[in-house]
């Protein structure tokens, strides 16, 4: 397992405006280095919207396709989420998409009653672990954070740990930033992985604000922040060797 640079894309969005969307994200990441993985905000090509029924695409739709587009033109692996159909059923599905097409999904397990996803997604039933570069994601969205018991890490019967990574994508409000931020790095040191967090900044159709704090944090916490309320790339690079170091020291992942 070699390190892995990785792209933290905290953006504005365009309300449920999929064409300006598109080309909003071309032109922040027109001159991006190269990278490992290009993480955007839930929901990216429409922000956190609730009219499903107009907006949803199945797994092949147009949505997914420029997903694919753009792991092969950065030849990286992709990370966000985006309103599906699927057997008759909406979700709020994220992709994890490799550079030669491979797609893995998971559905969202905690829909955000507060704002009635509930009533308009299904929820997802399963833990979904995506495997990159020698590396293991456990995939989030958004509202999953609050759960800590879903994401609970643990050394498997192999020996191996089950995961090193969680990914958040989110749009989360500015009203509840501090929670966003103690979240993320409670779920760093829980479980001794590294967390990213990407969220939005801006307003949304139902103006609610969003500050951003997408944040890189290591496994003993530390926070590598972006700029609070304004569209950013954050690159940081993900340590093998402090992974492995701070699991062989602080055996705590073993007690458990």
């Known amino acids: 397992m070699h390190d892995l640079k990785v792209a933290l894309v905290q953006a504005d969005q365009a309300w449920e405006d999929k064409t300006k969307n598109y080309a909003h994200y071309s032109e922040l990441l027109a001159g991006l280095e190269q990278v490992d993985l290009i993480l955007l905000p839930e929901m990216f090509n429409t922000g956190f919207s609730m009219n499903a029924a107009a907006l949803s695409e199945a797994n092949a739709g147009a949505g997914v396709q420029w997903l694919k587009e753009l792991a092969s033109e950065k030849r ?103 929670h966003w931020k103690t979240l993320l790095q409670a779920r760093a040191i829980e479980n001794q992985c590294y967390v990213l967090g990407t969220n939005r900044v801006g307003l949304d159709g139902s103006n609610l604000e969003y500050s951003g704090d997408s944040m890189v944090v290591s496994p003993l916490g530390e926070v590598t922040e972006a700029r609070e309320a304004k569209e950013e790339i954050l690159i940081q690079k993900l340590s093998a060797a402090l992974l492995s170091e701070v699991r062989e020291k602080l055996p705590f992942l073993k007690d458990a």
């Open 76 to 178: 990286c692996a992709v990370y966000t989420s985006m309103i599906t159909s699927d057997g008759g059923a909406y979700f709020n599905r994220a992709y994890f998409i490799l550079p030669d097409g491979e797609i893995v999904t998971y559905d969202k397990r905690k829909c955000f009653g507060l704002a009635g996803e509930d009533l308009t997604y299904s929820s997802g039933d399963k833990e979904t672990i995506a495997e990159y570069k020698g590396w293991k994601f456990n995939l989030q969205i958004c509202y999953d954070l609050r759960f800590p018991e879903i994401v609970r890490n643990k050394i498997l019967s192999n020996g191996l740990v089950k995961y090193d990574v969680i990914l958040y994508v989110a749009n989360w409000p500015k009203r509840r930033s501090l």
